[in-house]
């Protein structure tokens, strides 16, 4: 079945009593500077400090109790462990988190925090994957993976839909693309009422090139200070954001570490850089954008702060 | 003619069409800690990154026609500079700003950006009050005070009245003291229904000092972080807080910084060292503020990211 905005509204009423309605954000120096109406959705001050939060509430609670009782498990280099981590907690089951060995310290802290167990490995997606077969064997628990699943996806766009919902009238909304799980779930929400685009590092640019050529690119070797965005988009994800995404902006890191500055300096707001390249993607491309109402999501605000690209 | 809530009141009627009500944040991690109940008054999103556009705006939209047109002047390390030289713009006159020469250069770009002078002069007390007084004989403008000074007073106590309506049932409000500005406005704020507490730096505790022997000290050499606290004790703002504030709490440099990267790490808001005095004053004196229910004044957020004491 496609998924659509009923998958979306299904997933804020199972999740809503275990999230943040995040405030929204605006900056007349950064309005001013792009000639545009820009409106920050603030998930970094979401619970776990991350959208991730969205998709793994739905997704655990979604679980029948039978399936729940045994756990979940997933991969994940830092925000969707901490926000698994949080939904087993409150569900009251165990969670496991394989975590390549790279991941941030505050990523990995954040799990520990929310009573997950870690298994670290090598940090290829290969090493990921396999880690996290042998763990599901062994303790016969779920997957919920991190992006590439409807309910996960479903999840993420909650937070389009609050955004639609807080901004009267937006013309478009661009998301950070990594595996694609909340662009594919701004598209949901957008119900081809808005026009969304995804932003992606140009050093990670497997979405950029999958949509191009109309075929999913299954792997890369990606460099970019945005952690976030590593991953491979998702099969479902692509799907989604290859019938509906109107275009997908690339940046380069120096684009997405001047638009972070700016994000700390003119909002105030901590976020991590895969937060910044959506900013990043508006300052590049201000023909696209001028004279627009933009909702921007930060996607999130963990970061080492003892260990900043400034 | 002693000041009161009425003057508060008065402050907020002239500028609310000027500055930003700012939000109120929480956070379960900090309350958790502390087994209070935090409340985080965010004038670090206010216009110019801090309070001080309150008592500024307060002060220029106060004078006469015929005072303002031949303009203000006042010396500042950096945050009070911007909000004059803010609210000069807005009135449409001109606005000269002495500053230390070791102020940090994101403040003084803040006030070029606003369209004010700056006049540069060694970093010490005389220096500025020597620089001012030759510019404004040369200028023949109003000089507008950073701290010592009933207008300011009252603009800076509307962030504490704000506080008090966004926040049911508060037990006690704590503000960081320097010149004593913001403290002193808290107080008329709180009008002796709820308790305010000031928070020092140990290395420019003048006011806790001042305080302890009810007598003010009118200079001092401190040594901090906090580059908005170094300032003296005004002789207004002394009487206020003397008669009036429920206990001066000091903190060490390392117990600043700390408070203020859990601000960074836990309330994703980028607040410059001075904001952070509050919670450190907090965390250090758990048993004043067990099971209460605290407002903590975020004072400002302009800081130069690329130095940082993480």
């Not at 932003?199 to 950029?208: F, K, Q, R, S, T």
């Not at 508006?282 to 109402?293: A, C, E, H, S, T």
Request: glycine share 10%.
């Amino acid at each position: 079945m496609a998924m659509s905005l009923q998958h979306v509204l299904e997933a804020r009423r199972r999740i809503q009593g275990f999230i943040h309605t995040t405030p929204v954000m605006q900056s007349l120096h950064l309005n001013e500077r792009t000639g545009s109406d820009l409106f920050f959705k603030c998930e970094h001050l979401q619970k776990t400090g991350a959208f991730k939060a969205r998709g793994a509430a739905n997704a655990v609670f979604a679980l029948s109790d039978e399936k729940a009782k045994t756990g979940v498990a997933t991969h994940s280099s830092g925000n969707h462990g901490a926000a698994l981590a949080r939904a087993a907690q409150l569900r009251g089951i165990p969670a496991w988190i394989v975590v390549p060995e790279n991941a941030l310290s505050s990523k990995k802290a954040a799990i520990r925090h929310y009573g997950a167990e870690i298994i670290e490995c090598a940090s290829t997606l290969d090493a990921r994957e396999s880690s996290l077969a042998a763990l599901v064997k062994d303790k016969q628990c779920q997957v919920v993976p991190p992006y590439d699943d409807a309910l996960v996806i479903a999840g993420q766009g909650t937070a389009g839909l609050e955004l639609t919902e807080q901004v009267d009238h937006l013309d478009c909304i661009v998301a950070p693309v990594g595996g694609g799980g909340l662009l594919a779930g701004c598209v949901l929400a957008a119900d081809g009422k808005i026009a969304v685009y995804g932003a992606e590092p140009a050093g990670a640019d497997d979405a950029y090139r999958s949509f191009q050529a109309g075929v999913r690119v299954d792997s890369h070797k990606p460099t970019t200070i945005a952690d976030g965005l590593r991953t491979v988009l998702g099969v479902s994800n692509f799907e989604i954001i290859q019938s509906s995404v109107k275009d997908i902006l690339l940046v380069s890191e120096d684009e997405i570490i001047d638009a972070m500055a700016l994000l700390w300096t003119r909002l105030k707001q901590v976020v991590e850089p895969s937060s910044a390249v959506t900013l990043a993607a508006v300052l590049r491309n201000p023909d696209v954008f001028r004279g627009k109402r933009v909702g921007l999501m930060l996607t999130g605000g963990n970061v080492d702060i003892g260990d900043l690209p400034f």
